[in-house]
């Protein structure tokens, strides 16, 4: 998986081994060398460390598999069968849209099926801030805009005329004429 490689890659530290290293002594010419373990540097850890909990959340939110989709009821084609279909499962739920795609759970007309479970991306985002108002669309879908789709009449007016502005409180000779 992508965080298996990712811990993989880190780069360890060396650690090395063996008796502690001992200075010379006073007035001894032989000075530590570079490859002495004096000058070496010493091991840190990365920082920060990364949190395996997260680590572990991410893997397991990759590793997540759907369940297989049931085939939807509706015709998504522009033919007069297709349309008589779908307005007879309308009719049949009076018309309720938000009914019809809450019965079926494994149709991919349920909201937010194209994602994965919230109980699987929560320990991964529970950190965000928006992360509620996203689990909430998820959950429930996204809402719709109950006005209407058409331009308001205010849109399609021409815009009234600009009144001309003077830097003094007087009107400009050819304004007056």
Do not use: C
């Amino acid at each position: 998986m992508a965080v298996d490689r990712i811990l993989q890659s880190r780069p360890q530290p060396e650690v090395t081994t063996g008796p502690p290293p001992v200075p010379p002594a006073e007035g001894d010419s032989v000075a530590p060398t570079p490859s002495s373990p004096l000058l070496q540097p010493a091991p840190t850890p990365k920082w920060p460390p990364p949190n395996l909990i997260t680590l572990a959340a991410i893997k397991d939110a990759l590793a997540w598999h759907p369940a297989p989709r049931s085939k939807h009821a509706f015709k998504f084609k522009l033919t007069e069968l297709a349309a008589r279909t779908n307005l007879e499962i309308l009719e049949s739920y009076n018309y309720d849209l938000q009914a019809i795609l809450l019965e079926d759970t494994h149709s991919p007309l349920w909201p937010g099926s194209e994602f994965r479970p919230t109980a699987i991306l929560d320990p991964v985002l529970q950190g965000h801030p928006l992360w509620p108002q996203a689990k909430k669309t998820l959950m429930h879908g996204a809402p719709a805009s109950r006005t209407s789709s058409k331009p308001s009449s205010s849109a399609t007016t021409s815009p009234p005329p600009r009144k001309a502005r003077h830097s003094s409180g007087r009107r400009s000779r050819k304004a007056a004429s």
